[in-house]
């Protein structure tokens, strides 16, 4: 199984960027940590982050055809972003939308979601661990098994 781990805006920033809302791990330690716990399910995982909400949308229509999951935190964009559904809508690929934070204990603008419908979990407010149950989420779609 493949899975592409897309990040949105700012998460290249994780260990400089308000360390008290998202740690003090670097991005570097999140693609380590998925790439360990991917080795550990026999699963590999590819990742894309960019600032650029066209970029986003590329990489989305990208996987499909060659990835079977998507692990997705769209970051600010989750907030703004209809093309970001309307991609993940349109590939059909079955997608996990993580947030490092739990924006539904942040500002009233960050509760809302655009992209939310078109994923089977939403994961929030776990940290980078958040991203390792998108991964078993995934997995377990994929065999069949609830989660």
Known sequence: MKILVINGPNINMLGVREPE???SRTYEDL????????DKLGVSVEFFQSNHEGALVD?????????????????AYTHTSIA????V???????????????????N?????????????????RGL????????ILCADKQGIAP
Do not use: W
Not at 31 to 38: I, P, Y
Not at 59 to 75: C, L, M, R, S, V
């Open 21 to 23: 809302l998202y740690g």
């Open 59 to 75: 990489a989305i229509q990208g996987a499909y055809g060659t990835f079977e999951g998507i692990i997705i935190n769209p970051a």
């Open 129 to 136: 661990e958040g991203y390792l149950d998108a991964l078993g």
């Open 89 to 107: 809508k349109a590939v059909g690929i079955p997608a996990v939308e993580v947030h490092i934070s739990d924006p539904d204990k942040r500002e």
């Open 84 to 87: 970001l559904l309307d991609a």
């Open 31 to 38: 693609k380590s940590m998925l790439c360990g716990e991917a």
């Open 109 to 125: 603008f960050r509760k809302v979601s655009y992209i939310r419908s078109a994923c089977i979990a939403t994961i929030k407010g």
